[in-house]
T-cell receptor
Framework: EAQVTQNPRYLITVTGKKLTVTCSQN?????MSWYRQDPGLGLRQIYY???????DKGDVPEGYKVSRKEKRNFPLILESPSPNQTSLYFC????????????FGQGTRLTVV | KQEVTQIPAALSVPEGENLVLNCSFT??????LQWFRQDPGKGLTSLLL?????REQTSGRLNASLDKSSGRSTLYIAASQPGDSATYLC???????????FGTGTRLTVIP
């Protein structure tokens, strides 16, 4: 089954404790991206990757890092999480930046206290 | 910067009614527009995608239209069912850009 898998689904952590949210897709998509969703603000792109070893900033990249060492994986790293990073995070993938349908993961709800 | 607006924020209708969800965007230089459904705990599911050169797309009881010049799209749902209850999001992709700009969504409740 074609899917984008994020882990963990739920995470509560403390300020400053590094964490990684993993994302994996099994569709051989070149393009992957991370979004955060906040009430009243909709989904906003954090980072995206056009292919292996190619990443770039989205609209709200501050406080986040990503890596794309393999085509299927695109982890989101918070080196020093802060409470304003409490949000619902989605990973997405598609064939390329300009192509149709984006496939989304089920989301990771992160709470930073 | 592209801004996407969805009105209303919430909508309740009795089962069986036809309904229209609205999406507007500020910059008409888009590559495509996509409608998503978001269910709690299940992420986003793509419903329909309209390329900038198209006027509408249909899938089952869903019909999405696009008027690029006026910066508007509608999602028409025919004969609504309780299972249609979800939040519906529209997103535009600009020409020459790589990210999607999302609206804040319309939460639809279909009452049995």
């Amino acid at each position: 089954e074609a899917q984008v898998t994020q882990n963990p689904r739920y995470l509560i952590t403390v300020t400053g404790k590094k964490l990684t949210v993993t994302c994996s897709q099994n569709m051989n998509h070149e393009y992957m991206s991370w979004y955060r969703q906040d009430p009243g603000l909709g989904l906003r792109q954090i980072y995206y990757s056009m292919n292996v070893e190619v990443t770039d900033k989205g609209d709200v990249p501050e406080g986040y890092k990503v890596s794309r060492k393999e085509k299927r994986n695109f982890p989101l790293i918070l080196e020093s999480p802060s409470p304003n990073q409490t949000s619902l995070y989605f990973c997405a993938s598609s064939w390329s930046g300009g192509a149709p349908k984006a496939f989304f993961g089920q989301g990771t709800r992160l709470t930073v206290v | 910067k592209q801004e996407v607006t969805q009105i209303p924020a919430a909508l309740s209708v009795p089962e069986g009614e036809n309904l229209v969800l609205n999406c507007s965007f500020t910059d008409s230089a888009i590559y495509n527009l996509q409608w998503f459904r978001q269910d709690p705990g299940k992420g986003l599911t793509s419903l329909l995608l309209i390329q900038s050169s198209q006027r509408e797309q249909t899938s089952g009881r869903l019909n999405a239209s696009l008027d690029k010049s006026s910066g508007r799209s509608t999602l028409y749902i025919a004969a609504s069912q309780p299972g249609d209850s979800a939040t519906y999001l529209c997103a535009v992709k600009e020409a020459g850009a790589n990210n999607l700009f999302f609206g804040t969504g319309t939460r639809l409740t279909v009452i049995p």
